[in-house]
C-alpha cells in the first residue's frame, strides 16, 4: 500500500493485488479519510508508466474530477519525481551489491558472475530481468560484459526508464 498526499484533505491511497489472469492497481481517493471514489485497472502483464500506479491514479483523478488540469499536472509531476528518485536509488543499491562480488568471489570469473546474476535478479524481482534462453550456453567472457552492462544501467540513476 502506498499513500500520495494532494494537500491538506485529500490523499490517494493506492494498492497491487494479484488476480486469477495477473494483477491490478487500486486506488482509493480520501478526504479526511474519508473514502470517496476508487477505481482499478487490471493488467496481465507489467506496465510501462513513469511511476508506480501512474495510470490508476490519473484514472482516478479524471473520474473524480477533484483537480483542475494545473493541480493536476503538478501533482502528477511531484508524486513522479518522488517515485523516480526512489527508483533511482534502489537501481545504485542493487548495483552496489552486486558488484560486491568482485571482491567476495577471490579470482573465479563464474562466480563473480553468478553472484552479479543472483543479486540484480532479486533486486529487480519480477520487475525487470530476464535473462536470453542461451544463457547457459555463453563464455563468461560474455556473460560478464552483459552484466556489466546491466550494472551501468543501473548505476546511470535510472535514467533509462525515464526516457
Not at 479526511?32 to 508506480?52: A, P, Q, S, V
Not at 567476495?104 to 558472475?113: H, L, Q, S, V
Not at 555463453?138 to 535510472?158: A, F, T
Request: proline share 1%; aromatic share 6%; with cysteine.
Amino acid at each position: 500500500m502506498e499513500k500520495f498526499k494532494i494537500n491538506n484533505k485529500l490523499d490517494i491511497v493506492c494498492e497491487v493485488k494479484k488476480t486469477r489472469n495477473g494483477f491490478k492497481h487500486e486506488a482509493t481517493l480520501l478526504e479526511n479519510g474519508n473514502e470517496i471514489d476508487k477505481t482499478k485497472i487490471c493488467y496481465l502483464n507489467r506496465t510501462w508508466e513513469r511511476f508506480t500506479f501512474e495510470s490508476v491514479i490519473e484514472e482516478l483523478l479524471d473520474k473524480t474530477g477533484i483537480l483542475k488540469e494545473k493541480a493536476r499536472t503538478n501533482f502528477l509531476n511531484r508524486i513522479s519525481g518522488i517515485e523516480e528518485e526512489k527508483t533511482s536509488q534502489q537501481f545504485k543499491t542493487i548495483s552496489s551489491i552486486a558488484k560486491l562480488g568482485e571482491v567476495f568471489c577471490a579470482g573465479n570469473k563464474k562466480e563473480k558472475n553468478d553472484w552479479k546474476a543472483r543479486m540484480i535478479k532479486a533486486g529487480l524481482g519480477d520487475s525487470g530481468l530476464e535473462m536470453p534462453d542461451d544463457w547457459d550456453k555463453l563464455d563468461e567472457n560474455e556473460k560478464e560484459r552483459r552484466l556489466d552492462g546491466v550494472l551501468k544501467v543501473l548505476d546511470s540513476s535510472g535514467s533509462a526508464i525515464n526516457k
